[in-house]
């Protein structure tokens, strides 16, 4: 079983790693969320563990879920106190273990998780919005049964503002729920990216009347609307399509 790890902390690392120095398994180590996305989307490994950190777990998770890998097999190790275990939970964890269990019991819950989403999933997966359904487990949309091919890059942006539709979604938001960090990506970079998507969904700039419209909030992020969206009032968002 290959495992990829996510580890900032060297001496939770070093604590985790002998115990998986085990016959048959072979780890990955990555050092941001971003190379936990390449590894897994390289279909060359099987399951992750993930650092209990306090501060990033949560944005680490947010990724994970933007990108259609909420279900992907892994689990959070920590010190196992009952706050963390909470507070991780409430993250978005699904499991986690204490880095005191041991090589035997930590192997047994990954092994679990791979034969878990290998098993037929529920419609937790599907997010309908109007005519349009997102299947995040297949990485795609269709439009009244027409189906829509996105990069998962492009799935990842799709989803976020397709589960806050009618709601502003910040640009520091979009940069790290679908990019896996703020601080380098260039707004210009997020405008190509809805640009593409607008064109994949069936807005551009020369259409009339879409069925669905992102809008710019200028200097804020996007809003998405399914319909024709109705203007602001004085005071309230100013808005532009770019």
């Not at 563990?49 to 959070?76: C, M, Q, T, Y």
């Not at 009244?144 to 640009?171: D, H, P, S």
């Not at 640009?195 to 992102?214: F, I, N």
């Amino acid at each position: 079983m290959r495992i990829v790890t996510l580890f900032t902390d060297r001496a939770s690392e070093l604590c985790v790693q002998p115990l998986l120095a085990c016959p048959g398994v072979d780890l990955v180590v990555q050092r941001d969320i971003n190379g936990v996305l390449a590894s897994v989307r390289s279909g060359c490994v099987h399951a992750a563990l993930i650092e209990d950190n306090e501060v990033r777990l949560g944005h680490w998770l947010a990724v994970l879920k933007s990108h259609g890998l909420a279900r992907f097999p892994s689990i959070i190790v920590g010190a196992g106190r009952p706050g963390d275990i909470t507070r991780a939970l409430r993250c978005g964890a699904v499991d986690y273990a204490c880095v005191n269990d041991g090589a035997e019991s930590i192997l047994a819950r990954l092994r679990a998780r791979v034969e878990a989403s290998e098993q037929p999933q529920d419609d937790a997966s599907v997010l309908q919005v109007g005519a349009y359904v997102l299947d995040r487990a297949r990485q795609r949309i269709t439009h009244n049964g027409r189906e829509i091919v996105l990069t998962a890059r492009e799935f990842a942006l799709a989803w976020l503002l397709f589960e806050y539709q009618g709601k502003v979604v910040t640009l520091d938001t979009v940069a790290a729920r679908v990019w896996g960090r703020a601080a380098d990506i260039s707004r210009r970079s997020i405008q190509q990216y809805i640009y593409r998507l607008r064109c994949k969904l069936g807005e551009t700039p020369q259409a009339s009347g879409p069925a669905m419209c992102v809008q710019a909030v200028y200097g804020i992020g996007y809003r998405l609307y399914v319909g024709e969206p109705q203007r602001e009032s004085a005071g309230g968002w100013m808005t532009r399509s770019s």
